[in-house]
């Protein structure tokens, strides 16, 4: 079974420019969440899709971060305009979605985006 | 307060030797708990979930303590292999099943 994928797996831009990235879950897992660890920090809940709507967004730092999951696949992240403290590794996880107490988020290897 | 916080670390520990890790947490909302381990510039993997009766994985050992709101990692033998970055995370229903991660104490096992 194939894990989650991310790219790109680094990115390097400049303030003020546009970054979009991709994960793509493990088939057949309806939930996906993006999460964000930038230096020295713990890594923090950005969002959580469950199909292609949005469960919970909470996490979400400020209006430029956009994520999408047009028809329940793939998701995109996407920064606009990025600022310096935007960067860290952003990583995506997936699960399956059931009413089990417990269902394992498998992670992304993560997207390292640097902003300069 | 963070919602999950961890000893700071960095553990340097000998091969062979036992190492502890500890966790609070400050959510008595919270249902579900686990130890994460990461190796450098990787990705978190589940290392094992914590049960309220504890439980053991080989090596491992991990406890919870609910009335304290506490969670322990115990590693006995300690490998080379284990060095890396443990990290202490819960998970609330009410709060739609995203995980709330600790900080991470980093344990390094020197031959």
């Known amino acids: 079974e194939a894990g989650v994928t991310q790219f790109p797996s680094h990115s390097v831009i400049e303030k003020g420019q546009t970054v979009t990235l991709r994960c793509d879950p493990i088939s057949g897992h309806d939930n996906l969440y993006w999460y964000r660890r930038v230096m020295g920090k713990e890594i923090k809940f950005l969002l959580h899709?469950?199909?292609?709507?949005?469960?919970?967004e909470s996490g979400m730092p400020n209006n430029r971060f956009l994520a999408e999951r047009t028809g329940g696949t793939y998701s995109t992240l996407k920064v606009q305009p990025a600022e310096l403290e935007d960067s860290g590794v952003y990583f995506c996880a997936s699960s399956r979605l059931g009413t089990d107490t417990y269902n394992e988020q498998f992670f992304g290897p993560g997207t390292r985006l640097t902003v300069l | 307060r963070k919602e999950v916080e961890q000893d700071p670390g960095p553990f340097n520990v000998p091969e062979g030797a036992t190492v502890a890790f500890n966790c609070t947490y400050s959510n008595s909302a919270s249902q579900s708990f686990f130890w994460y381990r990461q190796d450098c510039r990787k990705e978190p993997k589940l290392l094992m979930s914590?049960?309220?009766s504890g439980n053991e994985d080989g090596r491992f050992t991990a406890q919870l303590n609910r009335a304290s709101q506490y969670i322990s990692l115990l590693i006995r033998d300690s490998k080379l292999s284990d060095s890396a970055t443990y990290l202490c995370v819960v998970r609330s229903f009410n709060q739609g099943g995203k995980l709330i991660f600790g900080q991470g104490t980093e344990l390094s096992v020197k031959p």
């Open positions: 899709f469950v199909k292609e709507s949005k469960q919970d």
């Open positions: 914590v049960y309220s």
